[in-house]
Every structure is written in structure tokens, then in C-alpha cells.
């Protein structure tokens, strides 16, 4: 049974640093993997995917500040988030898929739909 483990919430001030962690256990196949965030009352916004081959696509209010890190232990990446602003303020998920059907045809603006495994989230606050 594949899980999702998520870490590295928290507060921080604006221009700040925070550093997601996501570790995916119990997949052995090739997977996408991207962070979506929601604001409660508002539509879920994805922020970054990255793909099977290792390439990353950003949503264009994270562009240049965040970044997907492939960590040195295996099924685990990062969601670097660097020179935050009070508008990153928000619950953070990672998600995956396993098919990779859908890893070709989703999009960092699709993938809060189609990337069905999810962590639990992770809170992250900014302040200015």
C-alpha cells in the first residue's frame, strides 16, 4: 500500500525559508509527484510537479522561489520554498500517481485532480 508522509510545515516571516518533505513508501514503479495548497474557502492551487524523468514545472506564483529537490534517500523529494510571502499561506499536500498515463497528461494546474494518493498536509504560515 503505497503512503505518503509529509513534514516541514510552519511559520515563517516574509522573505523567509521553509523546506517540505514528502516520503512516498510502498511504490517501486515510476511516479509524478507534486504539491498542491488550499486555503480554506478557496479553489486547491497546484504549485509544483515533478516528473518521472525528473523534469519540474511550476505554477507561475511560485516560479523562481520554489523548487523540487530529489533528496539523497530514495522516495523522498523536497518542496524548497524560499523568499515567501503571506500569500503562500496555506495547507500543503503532496500527491502522487503510479499511473503514468496520468503523470503524462496532467499539469501543475491538474494535479490537485488527477494525483489521487495524497499526504496529509502540512501547514505553512507566512507573515509579513
Known amino acids: 500500500q503505497v503512503q505518503l508522509v509529509e513534514s516541514g510545515g510552519g511559520s515563517a516571516e516574509s522573505g523567509g525559508s521553509l523546506r517540505l518533505s514528502c516520503v512516498v513508501s510502498?511504490?517501486?514503479?515510476?511516479?509524478?509527484m507534486g504539491w498542491f495548497r488550499q486555503v480554506l474557502g478557496k479553489e486547491r492551487e497546484g504549485v509544483a510537479i515533478?516528473?518521472?524523468?525528473?523534469?519540474?514545472e511550476y505554477a507561475d506564483s511560485v516560479k523562481g522561489r520554489f523548487t523540487v529537490v530529489q533528496a539523497n534517500v530514495n522516495n523522498t523529494k523536497y518542496l524548497q520554498m524560499d523568499n515567501l510571502k503571506p500569500e503562500d499561506t496555506a495547507m500543503y499536500y503532496c500527491?502522487?500517481?503510479?499511473?503514468?498515463?496520468?503523470?503524462?497528461?496532467?499539469?501543475?494546474?491538474?494535479?490537485?485532480?488527477?494525483?489521487?494518493?495524497r499526504g496529509q498536509g502540512t501547514q505553512v504560515t507566512v507573515s509579513s
Open positions: 500527491a502522487v500517481s503510479l499511473n503514468l498515463l496520468v503523470c503524462y497528461g496532467t499539469s501543475v494546474h491538474n494535479l490537485g485532480a488527477d494525483l489521487k494518493l
Open positions: 510502498g511504490a517501486t514503479a515510476n511516479y509524478c
Open positions: 515533478i516528473y518521472s524523468d525528473g523534469s519540474a
